[in-house]
């Protein structure tokens, strides 16, 4: 993500809105932000642990930045092809796993173990230091007693596809664990520990990033039981007793495992828009961030941002163009029954974003669009996102697609490959959630 000469917004309108993304994505990486939150070193041990899509980006700037002299060990878990390549010179102190998200397996169960291993007999001497990111939820899997791998994963599957939003997921999950929702703060004890985190939740809420494996979570059993009826997913009959009486309990706010602990904000999604409206401006333009907290349906979001920019093109109301408009959160996609006949869709929150705005703007003149995962990976898919601009509609319907038909299939991928309008980045090694930008000229 090399920071090169701004792009014409006129002449090159996709070169711009990757470059408003880029500098998004540059604002969040951990080598950027993690030197002034690192403690100094203690009287005893330092053991490093951590989850996330930037687990492995995380760990080495640690381990750039700790002084050579004070040792140093630990464990972090990332999601697979998410190491980024080591720098010359940099010795590796601190191990990093793979393992699979955003459906868990073995490899993290497996991870999960061993973090909780790694924090055994501390004594107050030492310091644990978190390192924290979005898509460490489902990395760190440790099921409660009475659930088993198969029964997480499916649990997963379903929460993912139930349209349910990322605060109503974390909880249950926080619940049906043995090391989030503060439970892993409460295994350190009584050694300090310090969690360092990159948030991709709206309201950076520490306690909603991967499930908040080290800070106190004020959500309860009963609200896990309300959210499982809500969405009609099943959990064993010995677990849903359990939550019934109130057995799998998180630690709570005020409890004593989190005294003398310390959480720290390294990177936040209202940051990386306002570095990418500071780009904007820097090119010329208005830029205007709507929210850094947008939640709802992925596509009737789309539609909104539409309505929004098609007011500005043709009444220069709310906003005056040329401009861009930003947004950020973390919105979600209910996964549709498809045909038996029909192969299931691809795509995920960015792409189906698209997919509405596109029928939204119905092909308005002088309005272009970027959205995009800051992770660099869309739902499942090697995409980050798509781009719309005033000729997608008619580009399709050339190739007789039909954007009512991808919709209803969630099928934002076999929309935007054919036409040559995936954002395809690779892994960023951060996560501060959706990015959306349109231009308006």
């Not at 950027?32 to 330092?46: D, E, I, S």
């Not at 498809?338 to 309005?367: T, Y």
């Not at 781009?387 to 399709?396: H, N, Q, S, Y």
């Amino acid at each position: 993500m090399s920071s090169m000469s701004t792009p014409d917004p006129r002449r090159q309108p996709r070169e711009f809105l990757t470059h408003l993304y880029q500098a998004a994505v540059r604002r969040a990486l951990p080598l950027h932000n993690t030197a002034p939150f690192l403690p100094a070193p203690p009287k005893g041990r330092t053991v490093v642990i951590g989850a996330g899509k930037a687990g492995g980006a995380m760990a080495q700037a640690v381990e750039a930045l700790w002084p050579a002299e004070a040792p140093i060990s630990g464990l972090v878990v990332t999601r697979y092809h998410h190491t980024p390549p080591r720098p010359a010179g940099l010795p590796q102190r601190i191990e990093v796993v793979e393992a699979s998200h955003p459906v868990p397996d073995a490899a993290g169960l497996a991870a999960s173990q061993r973090i909780l291993q790694r924090v055994q007999g501390l004594t107050k001497d030492d310091l644990v230091l978190c390192l924290i990111s979005g898509g460490g939820s489902a990395l760190l899997t440790l099921p409660a007693e009475g659930l088993t791998l198969a029964d997480k994963q499916r649990i997963n599957k379903e929460l993912l596809n139930s349209g349910a939003n990322i605060g109503e997921m974390n909880c249950v999950r926080k619940h049906l664990s043995r090391i989030k929702g503060g439970r892993l703060a409460a295994a350190c004890a009584p050694a300090r520990v310090v969690t360092l985190t990159i948030s991709d939740v709206p309201g950076d809420d520490p306690s909603v990033i991967a499930s908040g494996p080290t800070v106190p979570d004020a959500t309860t059993c009963a609200d896990a039981l309300a959210i499982l009826r809500r969405y009609r997913i099943e959990v064993p009959a010995p677990v849903l007793a359990a939550l019934e009486r109130g057995a799998l309990e998180t630690p709570k706010p005020g409890s004593p495992v989190f005294a003398g602990q310390s959480v720290h904000m390294m990177a936040t999604p209202q940051q990386s828009l306002e570095a990418a409206a500071e780009a904007a401006r820097a090119a010329g333009l208005n830029a205007y961030i709507l929210s850094d907290e947008m939640e709802g349906e992925s596509r009737e979001v789309g539609k909104v941002h539409a309505a929004l920019a098609r007011a500005v093109a043709r009444q220069g109301q709310p906003f005056a163009k040329p401009c861009v408009i930003l947004s950020g959160g973390e919105t979600t996609v209910t996964v549709r029954p498809h045909p038996a006949d029909a192969p299931r869709g691809k795509g995920g929150r960015a792409g189906e974003f698209c997919l509405g705005l596109a029928l939204g703007l119905q092909g308005q003149p002088g309005v272009w669009g970027l959205a995009a995962d800051t992770d660099g990976i869309d739902g499942m898919e090697e995409n980050a996102g798509a781009w719309v601009e005033p000729g997608t509609l008619a580009r399709a319907q050339a190739l007789g697609l039909k954007i009512e038909r991808h919709l209803d299939h969630n099928d934002a991928y076999g929309y935007f490959q054919p036409l040559g309008d995936l954002v395809v980045t690779g892994p960023t090694h951060t996560n501060v959630n959706d990015f959306r930008a349109l231009l308006v000229l």
